[in-house]
């Protein structure tokens, strides 16, 4: 028998609600201007429920990275997110399709130890160990923005190394054309997973990609912690993609595969509503989404509208590879800010 469900893509209520009325439900509008994790108890204005404990003391417990700050990517324009409310605002579908209760979902969820396989068309395959991975690579921070599809955008501080280090070693032949990332796959801890239909339909496990030439662009990076520490579980411990002026999305959480491959690789979002999620899905303030507009953004978590930057503003950084479109675009537009 057929049950009739809700499109399991078709986003949730307050993806689309201002952020303010999220925020103000849980009282952490109070949070503004607030220090980390030493201003809990204000932060969460209403008091600290167990739910709010719990978390701030899981990300108290998570391991420093010692990393230097690369100063040549800063944000300039809006401020710092802060810690405890990005922590609480998280798309990671294989755990639920709320926002606030990612973390909670991921408890169970085992980030170590783990492994990356790194293969496919390249030279060196090679399969490593997440810490052994962390200690080869050039560790340093970097501030960027961050532009979910769904119009709403953040500032993060985020721990890692560039794409193309890893690049580097593992020697990509001419032949390959595109960098397939995917998400571990345990439907036993990520309950989304598994369930009605093995996993509502949804084509698990989650997987990306992007072209040759943009995950060796300088922005490209494999973030392995957040906020001076190692990731948390809902931000994709231990290691994800971090492509700033991409849609949210195409910045893939919890790798456990990279390879090298000739033809466009199919992707989660892609396979699951073409018509809606492109496999290039660059940050643009001009191409509409089928079901809302792209032009402004609203900030998290005070929900402030501003207006969207091409390429999320790293146009220096980006237009060169994607020239023959930019022509079609007026200089102020392809500028950015
Ligand atoms: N494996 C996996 N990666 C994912 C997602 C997901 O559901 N599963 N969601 C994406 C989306 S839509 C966004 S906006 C970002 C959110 O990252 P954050 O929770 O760390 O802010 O993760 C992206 N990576
Ligand atoms: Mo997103």
Known sequence: MLIRSPKSWELPERAVTPEAAFWNRRAVI????????????????????????????????????????????????????????????????????DKDDIFEHALEFKSRPWTVEVGGLCDKPRTYDIDELIKRMPIEERIYRFRCVEAWSMVVPWTGFPV?????????RSSAKFMKMTTFMNPQVARRQGGTAGGYGEPWPYT??????????????????????????????????????????????????????????????NTLVPSEYGFESNVNPRVPHPRWSQAFERIIPSGKRVPTLMYNGYGEQVSQMYLAQAEKLPAAVYRGS
């Open 30 to 97: 109070k949070a503004l201007g607030l220090g980390a994790i030493g201003s809990a108890g204000l932060l969460y204005g209403r008091g600290l429920l167990a739910q709010d404990e719990r978390m701030l003391k899981d990300l108290a417990s998570l391991d420093k990275l010692n990393a230097r700050r690369n100063e040549a990517y800063r944000v300039t324009d809006r401020s710092l997110t802060e810690e405890a409310v990005a922590a609480r605002y998280n798309n990671f579908y294989e755990f639920s399709r």
């Open 164 to 172: 193309k280090a890893l690049l580097h070693e593992v020697q990509p």
């Open 208 to 269: 990306e990609g992007l072209t040759m030439a943009e995950a060796a662009n300088e922005l490209s990076m494999f973030a392995v912690g957040i906020y001076g520490h190692v990731l948390p579980r809902q931000h994709g411990a231990p290691i994800r993609l971090v492509v700033p002026w991409k849609y949210g999305f195409k910045n893939i959480k919890s790798v456990v595969k990279i390879e090298f491959v000739e033809k466009q690789p199919a992707t989660f979002w």
